[in-house]
Nanobody, 116 residues
Framework: VQLQASGGGLVQAGGSLRLSCAAS????????MGWYRQAPGRERELVAH???????SYADSVKGRFTISRDNAKNTVYLQMNSLKSEDTAVYYC???????????WGQGTLITVSS
């Protein structure tokens, strides 16, 4: 399985961006899809995830601002990010975690820079 992330870039504080993560095959019914981020000098952290049963979870720092969703027909997961803050600046990674087995897939990172 390959995950292709896209949609990063430079945005002003208060602006919006949408990240996309396209999977090379239909995996959403067996994998929890997640977005992680890693800021300079910090550990990678979970931003949001979406289970096969459509249960979502968000980091406290992004609740109410970010929304994770998926399009099953396109094998694509999205992260809509609104009201961006400078502290959201990081490299964002797409992840797929099998619901039963210790299998993880990672997409390449995409950089988001929020200017204040």
């Amino acid at each position: 399985v390959q995950l292709q992330a896209s949609g990063g870039g430079l945005v002003q504080a208060g602006g919006s961006l949408r990240l996309s993560c396209a999977a090379s095959s239909d995996i959403f019914m067996a994998f929890t899809m997640g977005w992680y981020r890693q800021a300079p000098g910090r550990e990678r952290e979970l931003v949001a995830h979406l289970t096969p049963g459509s249960i979502t979870s968000y980091a406290d720092s992004v609740k109410g601002r970010f929304t994770i969703s998926r399009d099953n027909a396109k094998n694509t997961v999205y992260l809509q990010m609104n009201s961006l803050k400078s502290e959201d600046t990081a490299v964002y990674y797409c992840n797929a975690k099998h619901i039963l087995r210790p299998i993880h897939y990672w997409g390449q990172g995409t950089l988001i820079t929020v200017s204040s």
